[in-house]
């Protein structure tokens, strides 16, 4: 056994690059998959028949297809109808598009885990159905979905690894990068291992956090 | 003035009111008392049209309200109700719950609802609780704030869903704690 890690902090560097280009690539597709998983939601719940139809085929696709099949089928797929994206692009549209399948059932279960008693002593005080939405519903539901979204965040962090098989340039691709140069497969793997593993545990301790904060009021 | 006349509610095969018919004057007290299950509640909610009945008419100071035309927003203000289980709203104080529907649907200014929210607090002996949240209310402090509540829209009727206790050993029912807190 050879371990040798003498070679890697000269890629340090490249490290970083790919460590910043993560972030970034992570909180744009959550964030656009956030606002992507409300419309969707919304379009669930809704009583028109055909809106929550799309709604619904929409959140069951995605769910039901790999994320690496999604992301194939938009940078190698669709060149061939001439619908051609640079690769950090097609980074950004497969995840946020992946992403606000899981959202929308996040908001959904947030917004449905409110106590129905809540929707109906709203209307018995006079208040209409998007009034007791908009005051005393989504306010509660806020509650449940943020811990949650914060959890999709640090999933979507290790899951963005994924975009490194269509050249995007993030933490994992640069281990490839420096393991094509210095003929040394083991010391970048375990170096960005460790990176991920540094990022979703420090994120994870920030939420628990946020989250024991959230519940006090809650309990007697 | 409030007035059923042949009500029937069905939940999918199962017909729990069979044509209930019943008239109380403002100012009167009426009590419901019955086996649980038996309905006590869903002709409350009928009243209330939380739930849609399956037969029958509800007249509200003589207005029709289980008619399409009606404006059940407008109809629900004149009626105060407090639940069961009261449902009141975990993340406001005690004054956030009784003002936020003056405050939205009665477009009331901030300031004159909460001193009626503070009146109807002195009423019902929480003036003290007006900061608390209701988890930090006892069973009977949330249920005087749910009444303080129903109150704060001014209806012109007010329901109580009563609860039944039953008393130990003895199998019989004793209503627990069921007066009206009207104006």
Known sequence: MNLDFSSMPQYTQLFINGLIMTIELTIISVAIGAVLGLIVALMKMSSVKILSFIGSAYVEIIRGTPLLVQILIIYNGLPQFGIKFPGFVVGIIALSMNSAGYVAEIIRSGIQAVDPGQMEASRSLGMSHSMAMRYVIIPQAIKNILPALGNEFVVMLKESSIVSVIGFADLTRQAEIVSSVTYRAFEPLIIIAFIYFIMTLVFSRLLSKFERRLRTGDTR | ?183
């Open chain 2, 1 to 183: 003035m409030i007035r059923v006349d042949n009500l029937h509610k069905k939940f999918s095969n199962f017909e729990v009111l069979k044509g209930v018919s019943l008239e109380v004057k403002k100012g009167e007290v009426l009590v419901i008392i019955g086996p649980s299950g038996s309905g006590k509640s869903t002709i409350l909610r009928c009243i209330n049209l939380l739930e849609e009945p399956t037969k029958g008419d509800i007249y509200v100071e003589g207005e029709k309200i289980n008619d399409k035309k009606a404006d059940i927003n407008k109809i629900r203000q004149k009626v105060g109700m407090v639940f069961q289980h009261f449902n009141l709203f975990p993340n406001m104080t005690a004054i956030g719950n009784i003002t936020l529907a003056p405050i939205k649907v009665k477009k009331m200014d901030k300031k004159t609802a909460e001193d009626i929210a503070i009146r109807l607090l002195k009423k019902v002996g929480l003036e003290d609780k007006k900061d608390a949240y209701p988890v930090k209310l006892s069973g009977g402090q949330k249920q005087r704030l749910a009444i303080a509540r129903a109150l704060a829209m001014q209806p012109d009727d007010a329901f109580r869903c009563a609860h039944i206790r039953a008393g130990p050993g003895d199998g019989q029912g004793s209503l627990e704690c069921h007066e009206r807190t009207g104006e």
